[in-house]
């Protein structure tokens, strides 16, 4: 029903930015409906909420990104976006796309790594 594919992960040094980007295909009443984000896991932690984004462009970011992340989305192409500033090695993990749907449930993509190391 839905694909979501992960791009713009790599190595950064320290208070360094890089932008991911989440292209999403299939069913258009899904991403109609659907709020997109990203999640992150860091190595022998849990998966947690970075940012999740609306339809209609309601925002909700984790505390610890709060100001040195933004999130945002491009609904005419089914893209969600996430511009990361200031970064630190504590961001280090892999970055997973989210799209959440009411009666459809959760889809991921397949995660990109972000590295962030001098």
């Known amino acids: 029903q839905v694909k979501l594919v992960e791009s713009g992960g790599g190595l950064v040094q320290p208070g360094g930015s890089l932008r991911l980007s989440c292209l999403g295909s299939?069913?258009?009443?899904?991403?109609?409906?659907?709020?997109m984000g990203w999640y992150r896991q860091a190595p022998g932690k849990q998966r947690e909420l970075v940012a999740m984004i609306t339809t209609g462009g309601g925002i909700n970011y984790a505390d610890s990104v709060e100001g040195q992340f933004t999130i945002s989305r491009d609904n005419a192409v089914n893209t969600v976006s996430l511009q990361m500033n200031s970064l630190k090695p504590e961001d280090t993990a892999v970055y997973y796309c989210?799209?959440?749907?009411?009666?459809?449930?959760?889809?991921w993509g397949q995660g990109t790594q972000v590295t962030v190391s001098s």
């Open positions: 989210k799209l959440e749907a009411f009666r459809y449930g959760a889809f």
């Open positions: 299939g069913s258009i009443e899904i991403f109609g409906i659907a709020s």
